[in-house]
């Protein structure tokens, strides 16, 4: 998955102007926000993977 793709996934989750990728703390991420991650170099896939684990309601249409 892209970067790109991650994050339209996420603001059609959360909303286009969330602060969901810089204020929540994912703790399957080792509770590293979703930028936090990307910064340490964990691949988007992982990423989407963990916030859907976490937040199954939000991200059941689009989730793989």
């Known amino acids: 998955m892209r970067i790109s793709d991650l994050r339209e996934r ?3 989750s959360f909303g286009e102007h969330s602060h969901f990728p810089t ?3 994912i703790s399957e991420l080792g ?3 979703i ?3 990307l910064a340490a170099g964990i691949d ?3 990423i989407w993977k963990a916030v ?3 937040h199954p309601k939000e991200t059941e249409k689009y989730r793989y």
Request: charged share 30%; net charge negative; hydrophobic share 50%.
């Open 31 to 33: 509770s590293k926000t």
């Open 44 to 46: 988007a896939d992982i």
């Open 52 to 54: 859907c684990r976490a």
């Open 23 to 25: 204020d929540i703390a």
């Open 10 to 12: 996420v603001a059609l």
């Open 35 to 37: 930028n936090e991650a």
